[in-house]
């Protein structure tokens, strides 16, 4: 009978752990949504994708909603994705960039 008894605490125990890790890691998930904001503030620094810092109404700078990186938004779009190769918002395939 005490064998029973230990083996449904272990399992309880387990069950326990395992959903409060499982929460907390969904709430750690559930960072911002990607979203297409430009930004006015980061004007100094050069887009990595095409190493120029001319952002203009036409053109603005854009940051990456992972890592912050700095890009226009129409070299971001053109890239598909953010041009750092550690973020997770970066493609999966390389493009080659047309001079």
Known sequence: MTIVFVLALCIAGFLVGFLALYTMRRRLGASK????????????AACLWCG?????????SFTCPKCGTVHHL?????????TTWECPLAPTEEIAKVA
């Open 52 to 60: 120029k810092k001319g952002y203009s109404e036409a053109n603005p």
């Open 74 to 82: 129409s070299c971001w779009e053109e890239y598909g994705g953010c």
């Open 33 to 44: 949504q990607t979203t297409w904001e430009t930004n006015g503030n980061m004007k100094q």
